[in-house]
């Protein structure tokens, strides 16, 4: 019985004592727009008649924790997700992702050929020259908002 007051006595100075919030700080210790820093990036071109596009760009992880990018939203589009590729037999298909892991002082590169991240229904084309905001969710409920200038298909390739 002691024991059980005990242990009802030091959960409750716990909670008083702010554990619980003590436990949320060190998830929410990190100030995302310190911690990750955009290096570069751009978005595709649309292609005319299409109403989908992809954005590429680097961050990197100033901290010793893993960051987890677990979304992006802008005003272009209601639906943009994280999208990896995949080989199935030889096809590459892409997948979406829940999260992209920036680790601890790495770069995470979304680039053409790997993880990106895609913009569906866009309800006007992008043109080269234009910028695109877009508002990086990450997973302690923190947003960084970044500025891509749009570029052409043909300079992707070059
Ligand atoms: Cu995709």
């Known amino acids: ?17 702010g554990c619980y ?4 700080e060190v998830i929410n210790d990190i100030t995302i727009t310190d911690a990750i820093v955009f290096e570069q990036g751009y978005v595709r071109e649309t292609i005319p ?15 010793d924790t893993d960051v987890l990018l677990t979304g992006v939203t802008s005003h272009i589009s209601e639906r943009i ?13 892409m997948r979406k992702l829940d999260q992209v892991v920036i680790p601890a002082n790495e770069k ?6 790997g993880m990106h991240i895609m913009i ?4 006007k084309g992008l043109q080269a020259q234009e910028r695109v905001h877009l508002n990086l969710q990450f997973f302690n409920a923190q947003t960084q908002e970044v500025v891509l200038p749009v570029r052409s298909i043909k300079t992707e390739f070059h």
């Open 1 to 17: 019985m002691k024991l059980l007051i005990s242990i009802f006595v030091s959960t409750f100075l716990c909670f008083i004592s």
């Open 21 to 24: 919030s003590e436990h949320n």
């Open 49 to 63: 008649g299409t109403t989908t596009s992809a954005a590429y760009l680097t961050l990197k992880n100033m901290t």
């Open 81 to 93: 997700e994280l999208h990896n590729h995949d080989f199935n037999n030889d096809i590459m298909q």
């Open 108 to 113: 995470v590169v979304l680039e053409p050929s």
């Open 120 to 123: 569906f229904d866009l309800e």
